[in-house]
Structure formats: C-alpha cells, structure tokens
C-alpha cells in the first residue's frame, strides 16, 4: 500500500520540475509520483525506526538518502546511496561533512538590480515552494530575487566556494537583469564581504545594439569584467531584433580581436534551453539558439574560450518519453550530441560544456537521461571540459543540484551500449573536475 502524501511534506530533493518557459507551472510525472509515494514509505519506516515523525525525519541527514533511495528503485541505479545512511543520522552526517570542503565553483548566478520591477520573475519563486524545502513558507518578494538573499543563498546555504554572476539582455536596455556597471559592482561587495575572491562576473555583449563594440572597450577599462557572456537569440525568453551567430565573420570578428587584446578570453554563449511554444514566441530568432555556428568560430580563434551554456540542450522541458526512447535506442540527445562531436570533427579543443539548469531539469525528472547528456559530453569533449553552474538564485540554493551531482552514476547498461566512463565518486577526478578544478584553471583562481 502506498504512503499518503502530506501536502506538508517537506523533500530535500525536487520531485517536481520547473520549466523554462516561465508562464507554465511546475509538472509531476507519473514516474516522479511515483518516487514522491516510495520516499514517503521510506520516510515512515526510517522514522519509526528512529522515533521520529516523517517531518523531522527528511529535514534531517537521513532525509536525502530515502528520496535517492526511491528515485534508484522508480528509475534504476542512477545515484550513489547507501541504506545505512536513511538507518543511521551518524552515517549520514559522516558523509555530509567529508563533503563539505569540497572545491565547488558555480560558473553560472543570477541576480537582479534594485531597478528590475518585471515581477514574472517571481513566479519561479512562488511556484518552486512546490518543489524546493528551502522555499517553504517564505514570502515571495522582489527581495528574493536580489542581492542579500543571492549571498545567503549561494554563500551561505550551499556548499558553494566561489561564483560567477551572470546576466541577460533584452532589447529594452532598462529589463536586462543587470549591467554591466551593476554586475562588477557586486563582485566588489561580495569579495569585500568574504575578506577574499570568491565572486567573479561577465560583462554583456550584445551585437548589434547600439553602441555595443564601444560598450566592450568601456567594460575593459571600467569595469574589467573576468568573463564576457552572450546571447545569439537576443533575447533567452521571447522575440528580439538582434539575433546573431557566432561564425559572422564582420560582426563580430572585430569584437573578438577586442577579448584576445584585452586578455579576457572566456567567452560564455547561452545556447539552447528554448521554452516551451518557442516556434512561436521566439519564430525568428529560435535557431539561432543551435551550435552550427560555433566550430567555425572555434577553429577560427584558438584563443578563445567558447564556454556554452546549458550545453546546448535543445530544451528547457522536461524530456519527453520520446526524448527518452530515442536516447536509450540511438544515443542521440538534441544538440548536445553535436555539441560533443565538435572535437572529433573539427578539431578544436577550445569548446566546454556547462551544465546549468540542463542538470537541476533532467536530474529530477529523468535521471537515466541526465547521466546520458554527462556520459556524452564527457566522452566527446573530455571530462575536463564539462563545467559546474546551476542557473540559481531563481530557484533557490543549489545544495540539492550539488547533493545530486555528487551521487550521480552513469548506470552500466548505458555505459556498455554507448562507450561512457563512469562518473565514480562525489569527491573523484572526474566530478572534482566539473565541480571546480576546470573552472578554477579558465579563470586563473589558485584552488
């Protein structure tokens, strides 16, 4: 007989998923139902065991341990979890604190500027109480979305180390989530308030807006940013005027001469994660999100850095059980395939991979999938070109992303079938590289 589920109960791990079209709200499939019942069943066995209620039980240690137990038992081996870690809050508080001096460098955070009013944003707030414990009860405000609960958030509520803070434009200067100016300013307050670098931050470049080659000379006399962040739709959430593609030789080839001139040479590309309905919100702009314009450019300046953000992935839905079938049948997942055969195709050796809100959308709603897109973009780009970030503050801390990825294990059959190397342990070569190692070397930071 399945556990009833409390409305109250409070899971350490989503078991819902928020897409990235930000008008709908969050889904639960069947599968994710079905963890949501076998966690609660865990919950109430464990708990009885320790004499506590199902309440005190998952916010405690333990409490992780039941719902990656359930997701194990819904979707196969896909996370690392030892039963004795739900019997035992010392095991599991072990674990916690082996962990908690691991190197994590998220290299993608948002904010927003006091200025920003489009409340939209909030209803990812609102809507993720549903999903994040860290949300409950809280009142859903502009502040939230701000810098004061940024910090405590990134900082202080997760196992975070260092951070770099991004942006996004529009075509109305006046709705991008922040400036240039505004975004070198934070970094300043964050490392004063550390007592030590831990915050770093991109600068915008936006071709085609007005002004904007002067912008980048601007940014690297005034604000010396640490890396610069781009958008080839113009805009991630609906229409623009300014779409562009990386290989326009006239556009912006002159822009890069600019980054190598200046030493900056990180350059991060939003790439993929359309939202839902895109072909007809965003129909002239959508294919601009592809990555067929991003071997040309690679190859064309080795002295670059393309790091590409949400690694491409197609789409910021949850996989469809279409999505699912054709992977597990061909191995194929949309645009992160071509993405990782940039290497063996071309050559270049200068394309990375991040994994933001690609890994928090895929690691609660399909994890068989999840460990698909790291098994292949770790085969095809090497594991040292595959990068940490998580697209918070707009969903909260990201210690469950990080709790998750450090559990997560390429299940042997997909190993066998496709050619992938495990993932291995929450503190080994591979995951200390994506969690930080990597990053720390692009950026320069002594770990």
Known sequence: MRSKIDELDIFP?????????????????FFQMQVECLAGEFADKYAKMLGLSRREFLSGACGSAVVFMAMNSVFGDCFSVDVAEAADPAKAQDRQKALT???IFDIQTHFVSPEFDSTWMLQ?????????????????????????NFYREIFEGSDTKMAVLSSAPDDDPKKWFLHNDEMAKARERVNQRAGRKVFLTHALVTPGHPNWLEEIDRAVSEYKPDAWKGYTVGSPFKESKYPWRLDDEKLMYPAYEKMVKSGITNLCIHKGLLPGGYESKMSKTWQYAKVDDLSKAAKDWPQLNFL???????????PSQQDIQEFEKT????????????PEKTGVTNVYAELGSVFAITAVSAPKYCAGILGTLIKGLGADHVLWGTDSVWYGSPQWQIEAF?????????????????LGPADGK??????????????????
């Open 308 to 318: 590409i953000y949400h690694s491409a992935l197609k789409s910021g839905e949850e």
């Open 13 to 29: 791990i989503p078991l819902k998923t928020i897409p990235a079209d930000e008008s709908a709200s969050p889904r639960q499939s």
């Open 406 to 422: 450090r559990r997560l294990e390429i299940p042997e059959d997909l190993q066998q079938k496709f050619g992938f190397t495990p």
């Open 101 to 103: 001096g691991q190197f």
């Open 331 to 342: 191995g194929y997942i949309p645009w992160i395939t071509e993405l990782a055969a940039m």
């Open 124 to 148: 990812l707030r609102e809507r993720g109480k549903k999903w994040n414990p860290e949300l409950q009860g809280e009142k859903v405000d502009m502040e939230k979305i701000r810098f004061e």
């Open 430 to 447: 591979t995951k200390t590289m994506i969690f930080g190692e990597t990053s720390a070397k692009l950026y320069k930071v002594k770990v």
